[in-house]
C-alpha cells in the first residue's frame, strides 16, 4: 500500500476483555515497530520486528502484551485481560533494511479501556 | 541508554516570527535525530532527519534543525511561523545497532496567535 495501515482506527473494550490491533507495513518494509502513545506523552517503544522474527521486545510492559508478525509483513499487537491503564494510542512504523533509513508511521488505534 | 529531553511542554509564538523549538539528547555515540509533527488526531509526520554529514537540515514545510554535538542538541527552527504550524512536535533518537527503534521526547505544543 501507499502508507503503513493500522485497523482499527479506534477500539474501545471492557475491562478484562482480549483485543488484537492490526498493522499493514509498506510493502517490501523489512522492519516494523509498535509504538505505544499514552495522553500527553510521547511514543514509547514496545517491540521491532526484523522480517518474522521480534528483534526487540524489552518494550512490552508485561506478559499480557504480545505480538506476532507470521509472514513478515502484517503484524498484530495482542493485549489480554486489558486495564485501564492500558488506554493509549497505539501506533505502527516500518522502515526499509540499513543505516540511513527512516521509520513511517501509520494514523494509530486509539484503544479505550472501560 | 538513549533519552531525549524537550524542556518547552507549551510555546505560543505570533504568526510571522521566527520559531526555535529545543532538544537535547543523551546517547555514547553520533545518534540519528528526527522532528516529527503530530496534528490533532492526526500520525506523526517526519519532517527532517539527520544521519551523519552536515549538521545544518533542512526539512520540509520551512522547517531546518542543527546538530550540534558538543551540546547534545537538535533544536528546530522556523524563520516565519504560519498558522497551520500549530501541532505538537516531538523529537527523537535513534540508534542503528538497537535496530533504530526511536526514543522521542515528551513533546512541545506549538500556539499561534494571529
Known amino acids: 500500500g501507499a502508507g503503513v495501515s493500522q485497523t482499527p482506527s479506534n477500539k474501545v473494550t471492557e475491562k478484562g476483555k482480549y483485543v488484537e490491533l492490526r498493522c499493514d507495513p509498506i510493502?517490501?518494509?523489512?522492519?516494523l515497530y509498535w509504538y505505544r502513545q499514552s495522553l500527553g506523552q510521547g511514543p514509547e517503544f514496545l517491540i521491532y520486528f526484523q522480517g518474522t522474527g521480534a528483534a526487540d521486545d524489552s518494550g512490552l510492559p508485561n506478559d499480557r502484551f504480545f505480538a506476532v508478525r507470521p509472514e513478515g509483513s502484517v503484524s498484530t499487537l495482542k493485549i489480554q485481560r486489558t486495564e485501564r491503564g492500558d488506554s493509549a494510542v497505539y501506533l505502527c512504523?516500518?522502515?526499509?533494511?540499513?543505516?540511513?533509513?527512516?521509520?513511517?508511521f501509520g494514523q494509530g488505534t486509539r484503544l479505550t479501556v472501560v | 541508554a538513549q533519552s531525549v529531553t524537550q524542556p518547552d511542554i507549551h510555546i505560543t509564538v505570533s504568526e510571522g516570527a521566527s520559531l526555535e523549538l529545543r532538544c537535547n539528547y543523551s546517547y555514547g555515540a553520533t545518534p540519528y535525530l528526527f522532528w516529527y509533527v503530530q496534528s490533532p488526531g492526526q500520525g506523526l509526520q517526519l519532517l527532517l532527519k539527520?544521519?551523519?554529514?552536515?549538521?545544518l537540515v533542512q526539512g520540509i514545510k520551512g522547517f531546518e534543525a542543527e546538530f550540534k554535538r558538543s551540546q547534545s542538541s537538535f533544536n528546530l527552527r522556523k524563520p516565519s511561523v504560519h498558522w497551520s504550524d500549530a501541532a505538537e512536535y516531538f523529537c527523537a533518537v535513534g540508534a542503528p545497532e538497537y535496530g533504530n527503534k526511536l526514543v522521542f521526547g515528551a513533546g512541545t505544543i506549538l500556539r499561534v496567535k494571529s
Open positions: 539527520y544521519f551523519s554529514g552536515d549538521t
Open positions: 512504523a516500518s522502515s526499509s533494511l540499513g543505516m540511513n533509513t527512516e521509520a513511517f
Open positions: 510493502s517490501g518494509h523489512t522492519a
